[in-house]
């Protein structure tokens, strides 16, 4: 191994480069978060202070659950009585939500990778002349023995430029803290004001599963993909 005494430039500059997206990606999700929370504080009404208390603690994928279903119970239609009372979203709606949860929850687990891994960042031998990628052992134990692969993370860091892989994890985070911020902003005045023309969510999604790319947009005319792509021409709105 070649440690930090190594004096090449070409690997003191790759390895800042990749703690740099380190940086990037962890203040990234940081914003997602807090477009969530943000969300979920305003759906809950007048005390914003007693929901922050609620909210304060909890870690991503629980904050997450508790956003989605509050968007329900807030934001759906009545449906049933008695032991079949419920609330739905409208068919759009419900698909923009889970489209959202989804992704969401994909980007939580890449962050508990980041968090918990093991990073071997730099490392290498004599004959090393490229220090772009760095290791991540996510160890978790399974029926067949310790897998030091586990998780989302560690996997697609093979074979890639580790900072390039963090700066599009940390694009899809500002992409998605967008489209949390207007799909619940548009919930909420079409609530408010049901007299009005409802507003456009400006969210917008292409495919399904690993396929899919949400877009969101601040103004309608440009829409940035959490796969990393611009367009004036996004998909459809989900009806």
Request: contains cysteine.
């Amino acid at each position: 191994m070649i440690g930090a005494e190594n004096p090449d430039p070409l690997r003191r500059e790759q390895v800042d480069d990749i703690h740099r997206a380190i940086g990037c990606f962890v203040v990234g999700f940081s914003m997602l978060t807090q477009a969530i929370e943000s969300a979920t504080v305003f759906a809950m009404g007048r005390n914003q202070r007693g929901t922050h208390c609620l909210l304060a603690e909890l870690t991503g994928q629980p904050l997450a659950n508790a956003w989605r279903s509050l968007m329900v119970e807030t934001y759906g239609q009545e449906v049933g009585s008695g032991p079949e009372y419920r609330r739905e979203l409208s068919t759009s709606d419900h698909k923009i939500l889970r489209e959202l949860y989804a992704d969401i929850s994909e980007i939580i687990e890449y962050r508990n990778d980041l968090s918990h891994g093991k990073w071997f960042v730099g490392w290498g031998n004599e004959q090393t002349t490229d220090w772009s990628q760095a290791h991540l052992n996510r160890q978790k134990n399974a029926t067949t023995g310790i897998n030091f692969l586990a998780g989302r993370l560690a996997p697609a860091l093979r074979g890639r430029s580790t900072a390039v892989v963090l700066d599009t994890l940390a694009g899809r985070c500002n992409v998605l803290s967008q489209a949390v911020s207007s799909f619940c902003t548009a919930l909420h005045m079409t609530v408010a004001l049901p007299s009005t023309r409802p507003m456009d969510r400006r969210v917008r999604i292409s495919g399904q599963g690993q396929t899919r790319v949400i877009f969101a947009s601040l103004d309608g005319a440009e829409w940035h993909g959490t796969d990393g792509s611009v367009t004036a021409n996004p998909p459809s709105a989900p009806s």
